[in-house]
């Protein structure tokens, strides 16, 4: 056989290279389609993992604890999962752990500021803030926030928008008619 093999090289080496480009795609194909392999999927325009998705159905099936579980799972593998951070966060915030909500949120800005959705879900978060009286210091501590969220990613129609409401709610007419210029160049 190696003998064949040897000489089926020296004939025709392209042909052996693809061949073998063929099976090495073969088996790319099956690790991928049965799960063995680091699959991911697309979600919002990110790649996150089949168990991610797995979470994110849960919350949007209203199995809140089934998805709080999964996603503290995600998390305590790869603490760098910002977008099982940002599900985190929006099933603290609906399970009604503010303080959970926000830290899950601010994880998610300190590892991938550029992820536009995180700033609107804070944005609700410290509007619907279950103690109103600290909701002022809260939307103060937002400011710098959504100033790093526009520096990181300036065209973002989602940071714009959340941008736009948070000055709104801070009455500065100015940095709002400024932000609305930018959405609509």
Avoid: H
């Avoid at 680091?38 to 919002?44: A, E, I, R």
């Avoid at 809260?138 to 973002?156: E, H, Q, V």
């Avoid at 928008?161 to 210029?181: C, M, P, R, S």
């Amino acid at each position: 056989m190696k003998d064949k093999i040897k000489v089926l090289l020296s004939r025709k080496p392209s042909l052996v290279l693809i061949g073998i480009g063929i099976l090495v795609i073969i088996g790319i194909v099956v690790l991928v389609t049965t799960g063995m392999g680091n699959s991911s999927v697309v979600v919002s325009g990110y790649k996150t993992s089949p168990v991610t998705e797995e979470a994110m159905e849960l919350y949007s099936a209203g199995k809140l604890r089934e998805a709080e579980a999964k996603y503290r799972e995600i998390v305590a593998r790869n603490s760098r999962d910002f977008v099982a951070w940002n599900g985190l966060g929006n099933t603290l915030r609906d399970l009604k752990d503010a303080v959970g909500a926000e830290e899950a949120y601010l994880r998610v800005i300190n590892i991938k500021p550029k992820f536009e959705f995180v700033y609107r879900n804070l944005l609700t978060l410290y509007l619907m803030w279950p103690k109103p009286e600290e909701v002022p210091a809260k939307l103060t501590d937002f400011d710098p926030l959504i100033t790093k969220g526009l520096a990181a990613n300036r065209t973002s129609i989602q940071i714009l928008g959340a941008a736009i409401k948070y000055y709104q709610q801070q009455g500065n007419i100015d940095k709002v008619q400024e932000l609305e210029q930018r959405l609509s160049a």
